[in-house]
Every structure is written in C-alpha cells, then in structure tokens.
C-alpha cells in the first residue's frame, strides 16, 4: 500500500492511495500512437495537434519523429522544437497511484495481444464493401473490460 502525501492527491480509481504515478495516459498509449502514426511503430512517432486556444499552434511531436517532417508542418527546424517542455494532450501526472495504474496495463496488454494485433493484421481497409464478422467470444470479457478501462 502507498502511503498517503499531504502534497499528491488521492488516486481517482482506489480513492485509497497517493495518485503517485507519473505519465498516466488518458487513453492508452499504444493505441493513440496507432492512431497518429500511420506505420504503426508506436510512441515517440506521434503528431498530436490540441485543439483549444492555448496550445493550437503548439504540436506535440514524438522525439523519432524526422526533421523534413516537423519542417514541413510547423515551419521550424527540428533543433528549434523544445521537446522537454512539449506537452502531450493525452499524458498528465498524479491522476492514479502506482498500483491502479499497474492494473489498466494488465488490461491493456490483454486487449493488444489477443484482440488488436489480429484486427490489425486483417487490415481491414481493403474490405470496404464487405461484410465482415469478427469472432471474439473467447475474448469477450477483455474486449469489455479495455473499453471499460478506456472510459
């Protein structure tokens, strides 16, 4: 159990716990990076635009992401981007305690070994006129249970 801290809030999940941890995804990580990275290499690839007044112009870009890449969408070398002060609309510190958090990545990784992988190797973006059916009663309670997670 973690001790409680005058100075971290509780954990949003246990209600028990300091929300020690750092780095929580909102969503989990290797699908928003599947989502703005068209190769599908994962994190540090991403470009992520927020959309609100404060941080529009501001991009987040993965550290793999290539120069002629971040020249072309902003206009800036990419020695010019100061990637330790970027902020990442999908990542925020002391929402859930180490252990909570060590729970959605059970979850997490459950869902991408036995669910997504397989959808992603169908491809399924060549099948736009068919129908097509998926079988997932052996997974039925994972596939509940990250959905679950991701809201």
Same mark, same amino acid.
Do not use: A, T
């Given at each position: 159990?973690?001790?409680?801290?005058?100075?971290?809030?509780?954990?949003?999940?246990?209600? @028990? !716990?300091a929300a020690d941890e750092t780095g929580s995804h909102l969503l989990t990580a290797w699908l928003i990076a599947s989502v703005y990275d068209e190769s599908g290499r994962n994190r540090d690839y991403e470009i992520i635009f927020n959309m609100n007044e404060k941080f529009f112009r501001k991009?987040?870009?993965? @550290? !793999?992401?290539?120069p002629d890449k971040?020249?072309?969408?902003i206009g800036k070398k990419k020695e010019e981007i100061d990637f330790k002060n970027q902020k990442h609309a999908f990542?925020?510190?002391?929402?859930f305690c180490k252990h909570c958090e060590k729970r959605f990545k059970i979850i997490e990784d459950e869902f991408l070994n036995k669910i997504h992988r397989k959808l992603r190797l169908e491809n399924f973006s060549i099948l736009k006129n068919k129908k097509y059916s998926i079988q997932l009663i052996d997974?039925?309670?994972i596939l509940r249970l990250f959905?679950?997670?991701q809201i």
């Open positions: 159990m973690h001790f409680m801290s005058e100075s971290l809030p509780i954990c949003k999940i246990c209600k @028990r !716990n991009p987040y870009f993965g @550290r !793999n992401i290539l971040i020249e072309d969408i990542v925020e510190n002391h929402i997974n039925n309670l959905f679950y997670s």
